[in-house]
């Protein structure tokens, strides 16, 4: 039995999206190797995972050479949250391409099918609504985003010159923001931030006016999607946007987080980050003809599961009484 299953790697496999890969792939009988040096990840999403045997976790910086033998790998190491990215810019900036470099050349020698988890921000602050993906962007090279963002786009040219110089089989996925349990509570991100204030009865941080737009997809909804973008044919490379095209100002999201957690906090403004992009929905009209995929998770079921895990990572009470043990 043990001689059919498929030897997936997962870099990154320690943080909020890995972690749910790697769940997702041993539950098809895959033997996962979580490849993660715990930058943003914690060992506490994986833990549950620790007792079976087909799940292996090794701690390592994709920045050096590694040399393992898998089938197939998924490239998702990099911090994710711009508190994150830019807290140590020039180690964003390896991770994505001295990282895919590394991945892209192990794949090539064990002959590995290859993932790679790329993100609007390569569409910078975009011009052009809802981004489609050959739109090619419109990112401040010099500014405090660009170690992730053109990180990420020379991440997918290095995807690309593999391909096209080794044949290698590569699928790419502009993700789009995504939100769920297994978050960070000090992560960053907005759904967190909003989450995790509310919850603590803090003030709730909006940068700007909050007119800026963004898109929520569900954790569950976006694995689902990296799946089946890995089970097509080697003619398809992406890239492919996934993500829910939902979109909503930040301050509407502000206002529907306090009212589902029933919470008394008040909301404040700071000022808007450097580059921080006015609006953001992806058209997702390829992942629906290529993969028959879209989101079944609507925004306010998404919230109230993870406005559940928060309150019981927070240990405090949750209002919403969704009543599902925090994942
Ligand atoms: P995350 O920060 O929770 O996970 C990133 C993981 O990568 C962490 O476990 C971290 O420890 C690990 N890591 C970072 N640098 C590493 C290195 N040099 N070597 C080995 N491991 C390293 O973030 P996430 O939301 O799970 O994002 C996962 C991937 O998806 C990232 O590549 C991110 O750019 C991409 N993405 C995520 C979103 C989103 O909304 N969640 C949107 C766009 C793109
Ligand atoms: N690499 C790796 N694991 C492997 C094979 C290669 O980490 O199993 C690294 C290797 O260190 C190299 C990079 O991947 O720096 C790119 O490899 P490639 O063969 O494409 O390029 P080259 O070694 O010719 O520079
Ligand atoms: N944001 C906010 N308050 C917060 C965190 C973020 O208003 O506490 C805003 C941020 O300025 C951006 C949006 O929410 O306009 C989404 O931010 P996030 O960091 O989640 O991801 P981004 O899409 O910017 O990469």
Known sequence: MSLT????MVTGGAGFLGSHLCERLLAQGNDVLCVDNYFTGRRDNIA????????????????FPLYVEVDEIYNLACPASPVHYQHDPVQTTKTSLIGAINVLGLAKR??????QAS???VYGDPTVHPQTEDYRGNVNPLGPRACYDEGKRCAETLFFDYRRQHRLPIKVVRIFNTY???????????????IVQALRGDDITIYGDGSQTRAFCFVDDLIEGFIRMMATGAEVTGPVNLGN???????????????LVGSPSKIVYRPLPQDDPMQRCPDIGLAQRLLGWGPTVELEQGLLRTIDYFANLLGVPAKSGVGTAGR
């Open 119 to 121: 993100t609007s921000e």
């Open 245 to 259: 095209p939902h979109e909503i100002p930040v301050r509407e999201l502000a206002e529907r987080v306090v009212a």
């Open 110 to 115: 064990v002959g590995a099918k290859v993932f």
């Open 5 to 8: 299953r498929k030897r997936v």
């Open 48 to 63: 549950h995972m620790l007792p079976d045997p087909h799940f292996e976790v090794m701690r390592h910086d994709i920045c």
């Open 180 to 194: 769920g349990p297994r978050m960070h509570p000090d992560d960053g991100r907005v759904v967190s931030n909003f």
